[in-house]
């Protein structure tokens, strides 16, 4: 929480000074350029104490490194407006190195229509596993449009993730979200409205991908069974808004990344 309350001037200065700031149009809510660099403080803010404090197993290592790509690909977004292939390729490479350091993907769809577990193959399991960590990076990275919401909503999702891992005994999880909630915390004293910086990219996209990591670490846990769909009522509603944005730009044959008004926080507006 003070690391990101102390930083989160300091990074909005930088942002003005370099031009990572993030100007008015018509399909955004603010009037004036607002720094986009707040993501920078509100990194610190997670990753710092997450390595003094969280137990670096094989699966922490993992999530740090690709959190690492996934910041570094963030903040060059922030500084030069990447283009949606190369975002892409850093999530993917984030993904990719997280999974095979931690050997770890999903082998388990929970029961649905049986007493039994819905095993998966390697196959389907991999697959899988990037499809759902790149969709929520994402779909966390598109509900950053209004003051305060991604933040506000990672609260709730990450507080929800914390319970479920206390429940579970699993510490490492449950001082990683406090963690998180506190940089949020810190971070939403600057961000809610009338915002006077944004997380932009580097702060959505690590939030996103900390998420989904996260819910795959703790449903997929073979000692400690819980419901292996509870990822998708934590994080259902930027999944449903990522979703239904995309299916009506499909349906009017509309580019699939090209930003517009459909999302439901604009709706609600």
């Known amino acids: 929480f003070y690391l990101t309350v102390i930083l989160v001037p300091l990074t909005s200065r930088l942002g003005n000074r370099f031009g990572a700031v993030d ?6 809510v603010h009037s004036f350029p607002i720094p986009k660099t707040g993501g920078i403080a509100l990194t610190i803010g997670i990753l710092v104490p997450v390595w003094f404090w969280v137990p670096l197993d094989r699966e922490f290592k993992a999530f740090l490194s690709g959190a690492a790509i996934i910041v570094a690909f963030g903040l060059l977004d922030d500084l030069f407006h990447l283009d949606y292939k190369k975002k892409f390729l850093g999530q993917i490479l984030a993904v990719t190195v997280t999974m095979v350091m931690s050997k770890f993907s999903i082998v388990t769809l929970g ?4 007493a039994s577990e819905v095993l998966i193959s390697p196959w389907i399991g991999i697959p899988l596993t990037i499809l759902f960590l790149l969709g929520i990076t994402n779909a966390i990275n598109l509900a950053d449009g209004l003051d305060g919401l ?9 507080g929800c993730l914390g319970l479920l891992a206390y429940d579970q005994n699993n510490t ?6 406090l963690i998180i909630i506190g940089a949020l915390l810190g971070f939403l004293r600057y961000n809610t409205f009338p915002a006077t910086v944004f997380m ?3 702060g959505s996209q690590l939030l996103g991908f900390s998420a989904g990591v996260f819910s795959l670490y703790l449903t997929q846990d073979q000692h400690f069974p819980i419901s292996r769909v509870l990822p998708v009522l934590i ?17 009017e044959k509309r580019p699939l990344f ?7 926080h604009h709706l609600l507006l």
Do not use: Q, Y
């Open 150 to 158: 991604a933040g506000g909503l990672c609260i709730l999702i990450f």
């Open 111 to 114: 029961m649905w229509w049986s």
């Open 235 to 251: 994080l259902g509603f930027p999944i449903l808004d990522t979703l239904t944005v995309m299916a009506k730009r499909l349906i």
């Open 258 to 264: 090209k930003a517009d008004k459909r999302h439901f």
């Open 200 to 202: 932009g990219d580097t």
């Open 172 to 177: 490492n999880i449950v001082l990683s979200c």
């Open 23 to 28: 100007d008015p149009d018509t399909r955004k």
